[in-house]
């Protein structure tokens, strides 16, 4: 996928939302919030804003952005890796995050981003109405007292 023009206005990161209203990305991102502050503050006060303000394929990304086969990208940050395609209207969409402590894109990660950009590229995929799941399932969680997305 070639670049787009610089100046063709932001980008979008969005994350993949599964059929139950559940998001690998956004569960993995609260989670970092917790135990590991200083790099959740560099993906979200650095690397977010500098994605969706110039795109995947600035040089300024260089140390955050790869390319990975079948047109995966993962951006990356110290040992933590979010999987992700560039889809249509200057759009990324996260599918999978990790710890990662190996040397390869496994397999098993390539598979799961393969099956969920399927899903989001799908007819049946509704973006507003699984962020309606995601938001309805945590508000279930808040007035339950349990955790986890």
Not at 25 to 42: A, G, I, M, N, S
Request: with cysteine; aromatic share 14%; hydrophobic share 30%.
């Amino acid at each position: 996928m070639s670049p787009p023009a610089k100046d063709s206005g932001p980008w979008t990161l969005v994350p993949y939302i599964n059929a139950t209203g559940r998001s690998p990305v956004l569960k993995f991102l609260k989670e970092l919030q917790q135990r590991d502050r200083p790099h959740f503050t560099q993906f979200s006060e650095v690397i977010k804003p500098q994605l969706e303000k110039y795109g995947p394929f600035a040089e300024t990304n260089g140390p955050y952005w790869k390319n990975l086969p079948d047109k995966l990208f993962e951006i990356k940050f110290q040992r933590y890796r979010i999987y992700c395609s560039v889809e249509h209207l200057r759009t990324i969409v996260l599918y999978e995050a990790v710890e990662k402590r190996w040397s390869k894109f496994r397999a098993a990660d390539a598979d799961k981003c393969a099956n969920r950009r399927d899903d989001f590229r799908s007819a049946e995929y509704d973006q507003e109405q699984r962020g309606y799941l995601y938001r309805n399932q945590q508000q279930k969680k808040r007035n339950d007292g349990t955790t986890g997305l």
